[in-house]
């Protein structure tokens, strides 16, 4: 089976800039997540998607926005990019197939953004 | 609000040797425990899991112990190899699905 990917994976935007990344999960994944790594914070977790649903969601700004589609491929969007939107994101796709189960997420291999 | 910490930023052991590494937790409703392993420019791999009703699970080289009481776990790589040198995330997950990771362990392991 093919993994988690992400494109793209590098991008260098400057400040006021919107970016939309993408994410195809790991096939019959149906739950996808997304992270946020910076130096010293650990991976911070961003939001949740499942059945092309909002499902979770961290303690990010309005400007961080996502979506899934009906093939549970999953895109993020920021909009007015910040100098400290500077980061790797991180996409996770888990099986999700019963409600209270356990789930083991599979990332990707992340998307370095540079904001400027 | 921290629930998951790594108060280990960096650890170095000897090829050969016990590595272990440490996490403690604040949260009393993660359901579940899993490590993760990361190289650079690579996202993380899942390495191990504990359900948070055992103590302790065992995977090859890796086992996960997990203290309750102290809200405690921690990961053992017996024997530590070389390639195992990268940083090592702990996670708490629930059961809807969202996963709060600690800040990461850098883990040396020198030849």
């Known amino acids: 089976k093919a993994g988690v990917t992400q494109t793209p994976r590098y991008l260098i935007k400057t400040r006021g800039q919107q970016v939309t990344l993408s994410c195809s999960p790991i096939s019959g994944h149906r739950s996808v997540s997304w992270y946020q790594q910076t130096p010293g914070q650990g991976l911070q977790f961003l939001f949740e998607?499942?059945?092309?649903?909002?499902?979770n969601k961290g303690n990010f700004p309005g400007r961080f926005s996502g979506r899934q589609f009906s093939n549970s491929r999953s895109e993020m969007n920021v909009s007015t990019l910040e100098l400290g939107d500077s980061a790797l994101y991180l996409c996770?796709?888990?099986?999700?197939?019963?409600?209270?189960?356990?789930?083991?997420?599979?990332f990707g291999p992340g998307t370095r953004l540079l904001v400027l | 609000d921290q629930q998951v910490k790594q108060n280990s930023p960096s650890l170095s052991v000897q090829e050969g040797r016990i590595s272990i590494l440490n996490c403690d937790y604040t949260n009393s409703m993660f359901d579940y425990f899993l490590w993760y392993k990361k190289y650079p420019a690579e996202g993380p791999t899942f390495l191990i899991s504990i359900s948070s009703i055992k103590d302790k699970n065992e995977d090859g080289r890796f086992t996960v112990f997990l203290n309750k009481s102290a809200k405690h776990l921690s990961l053992h790589i017996v024997p530590s190899q070389p390639g195992d040198s990268a940083v090592y995330f702990c996670?708490?997950?629930?059961?809807?699905?969202?996963?709060?990771f600690g800040q990461g362990t850098i883990l040396t392991v020198h030849p």
């Open positions: 996670a708490g997950g629930t059961s809807y699905g969202k996963l709060t």
């Open positions: 996770a796709s888990s099986l999700s197939d019963r409600a209270g189960a356990q789930e083991t997420q599979y």
């Open positions: 998607y499942f059945s092309e649903t909002q499902r």
